[in-house]
């Protein structure tokens, strides 16, 4: 026998000086293979057709429809209700600007960021349209795609308990961002940049080690592992001056001909 999901969803509407934030109850048999997403689609088609939320691919791959489920960020379209009690709580991310209802503006958050830790490859060598692509070896072109996996949903960055007390904190996507280029041969950048754009409480520093953010990661990206990187390459450049270059390259795990 289906269930009768019970749907608590927040609503509000910024835009209107009238509207006042506020839990609306609704209430829908569950179906096969349901997600959050149908769920959603469902109420949004039958019931109430001014609910706002965000989606695209429905398949886990733009991050548009992430949202804070049972107290939890995760992407609607990755949660089925067979996983999720009766009584589903549904909440727009925290530190992103509201839209509306469970609708966040991730864009301009990540734009900025993007732009401020110099989210690009950075290189000397002149664009050449009609060239080959840079060779580099399949264990080295793995590991960068594995970084780049990310969808920019924002889950993890919602689920930060830095990002949550201070607006400057440009969380575990945006260093994780940035350690793929530090691994990327194509990038020129030395260590001594990266540290500009990261050595402080607003990168690297300011992370309390809670492992929120990797925990809801949906696509399980390593995000400590590389905070772990990053991090380790800031302290050692903070102590350029003190420690020895070869000490230091073997702890970054430099080949003796690497400038960093």
């Given amino acids: 026998m289906a269930r009768t999901l019970h749907l608590e969803i927040f609503r509000h509407n910024p835009s209107d000086p009238e509207s006042k934030p ?18 959603l689609s469902q109420i ?33 379209c990755h949660t089925r209700t067979s996983d999720l009690p009766d009584h589903i709580s549904l909440h727009p991310l925290p530190v992103f600007k509201l839209l509306g209802d469970l609708s966040v503006d991730t864009g301009t958050w990540f734009r900025q960021v993007g732009q401020k830790i110099e989210s690009w490859v950075h290189t000397s060598k002149p664009f050449e349209p ?8 399949n264990t080295l072109a793995n590991e960068i795609f ?22 400057d904190f440009i969380g575990a996507t945006s260093i994780n961002r940035l350690a793929r280029f530090y691994i990327d041969p194509r990038d020129e950048r030395t260590s001594d940049s990266f540290y500009e754009l990261i050595g402080d409480d607003s990168g690297v520093f300011g992370c309390m080690g ?14 400590q ?5 990053m991090r380790r390459m800031a302290t050692l450049e903070s102590v350029r001056g003190i420690l020895p270059s070869a000490i230091r390259k073997k702890f970054l795990g430099c080949k003796e001909s690497c400038i960093c």
Wanted: proline letters at 4%; one cysteine or more.
């Fill in 225 to 229: 592992d590389q905070l772990g990187i």
């Fill in 130 to 137: 009609y060239a080959p692509e840079e060779r580099m070896t």
């Fill in 44 to 76: 949004r088609e039958t019931m109430d057709a001014t609910l706002q939320f965000d989606f695209c691919c429905r398949a886990g791959i733009c991050g548009s429809c992430a949202m804070v489920i049972n107290g939890r960020p995760g992407l609607a």
């Fill in 210 to 223: 809670l492992l929120a953010c990797e925990d809801v990661c949906p696509k399980k990206i390593p995000l």
């Fill in 146 to 167: 594995e970084l780049d996996r990310c969808v920019e949903c924002g889950c993890c960055v919602a689920a930060c308990g830095t990002a949550l007390m201070r607006n």
């Fill in 22 to 39: 506020r839990m609306q109850h609704f209430e829908l048999e569950e179906t096969a293979s349901m997600t959050l997403f149908l769920v």
